[in-house]
T-cell receptor
Framework: NAGVTQTPKFRVLKTGQSMTLLCAQD?????MYWYRQDPGMGLRLIHY???????AKGEVPDGYNVSRLKKQNFLLGLESAAPSQTSVYFC?????????????FGPGTRLTVT | AQSVTQLGSHVSVSEGALVLLRCNYS??????LFWYVQYPNQGLQLLLK??????LVKGINGFEAEFKKSETSFHLTKPSAHMSDAAEYFC????????????FGTGTRLLVSP
C-alpha cells in the first residue's frame, strides 16, 4: 500500500494564480483532512470530509475550497493565491472519526506564493 | 474545547541521555491523546496513542508516554536517546464524542548531540 500520497511535492505560485493539490489514499478510509503547517503554530485543519461527496470547514477555511468526488481522492483548491497561503500542506485520512483511529498523513506539499 | 501545550520549542540531549518531551492538555471530557513524530521533509508518523485502559502507553522506537489525568499531562519519554531520534514531535488531543478535530500542539524539536 502506498498509504497517503500528495501531488505535487513543491510548487511556487504568483499572487492571484490558482492551483489544486491532490491527495489520494488507498486504505479505503472514509475520512480525509487537509491541514496547513506553519512555523510555531503546529498543524491547523483547513477542511475535512466524512465521506464521498461531503466536505466541511475546519479551523482556517478561508481562501480554500475542497472536493471529494471519489472516496480515495480529496482535492484542495486555491482560487487566488495570496502570500499568506505560503505553507506546508498535509493531507491525512482515517478509518473513522473515532478517537481510537489515528490519522495517517501524506508527505506534504510545500507551497510558496510570491 | 480542547487545547494542547508543549513546553519547550526545542529540547537538546546527548546521545544516550533520557528524552523527556512535555505535553499538557485541556479537555472538558476524557480525551484521546497522541504523539506524532515528523522527520525532516516528511509527513507525520504516529508514535503512540492513548485511548482507554492502561495509562502507560508504549510506542515505536522505544518511546512511551503516561497519561496522568490529575496532572492533565501526557509526557513522552525514552530512556536513551539515539541520533536518529532527532525530529520534531507533536502532541495532539481530541475529544470523545462525535467528530471533534485533532488539536495539535506547536511542536518540540528534539536535537541529539553525539
Amino acid at each position: 500500500n502506498a498509504g497517503v500520497t500528495q501531488t505535487p511535492k513543491f510548487r511556487v505560485l504568483k499572487t492571484g494564480q490558482s492551483m489544486t493539490l491532490l491527495c489520494a489514499q488507498d486504505m479505503n478510509h472514509e475520512y480525509m483532512y487537509w491541514y496547513r503547517q506553519d512555523p510555531g503554530m503546529g498543524l491547523r485543519l483547513i477542511h475535512y470530509s466524512v465521506g464521498e461527496g461531503t466536505t466541511a470547514k475546519g479551523e482556517v477555511p478561508d481562501g480554500y475550497n475542497v472536493s471529494r468526488l471519489k472516496k480515495q481522492n480529496f482535492l484542495l483548491g486555491l482560487e487566488s493565491a495570496a502570500p499568506s497561503q505560503t505553507s506546508v500542506y498535509f493531507c491525512a485520512s482515517s478509518y473513522s472519526t473515532s478517537g481510537r483511529h489515528e490519522q495517517y498523513f501524506g508527505p506534504g506539499t510545500r507551497l510558496t506564493v510570491t | 474545547a480542547q487545547s494542547v501545550t508543549q513546553l519547550g520549542s526545542h529540547v537538546s540531549v546527548s546521545e544516550g541521555a533520557l528524552v523527556l518531551l512535555r505535553c499538557n492538555y485541556s479537555s472538558s471530557v476524557p480525551p484521546y491523546l497522541f504523539w506524532y513524530v515528523q522527520y525532516p521533509n516528511q509527513g507525520l508518523q504516529l508514535l503512540l496513542k492513548y485511548t482507554t485502559g492502561a495509562t502507560l502507553v508504549k510506542g515505536i522506537n522505544g518511546f512511551e508516554a503516561e497519561f496522568k489525568k490529575s496532572e492533565t499531562s501526557f509526557h513522552l519519554t525514552k530512556p536513551s536517546a539515539h541520533m536518529s531520534d532527532a525530529a520534531e514531535y507533536f502532541c495532539a488531543v481530541r475529544g470523545l464524542y462525535s467528530f471533534q478535530k485533532l488539536v495539535f500542539g506547536t511542536g518540540t524539536r528534539l536535537l541529539v548531540s553525539p
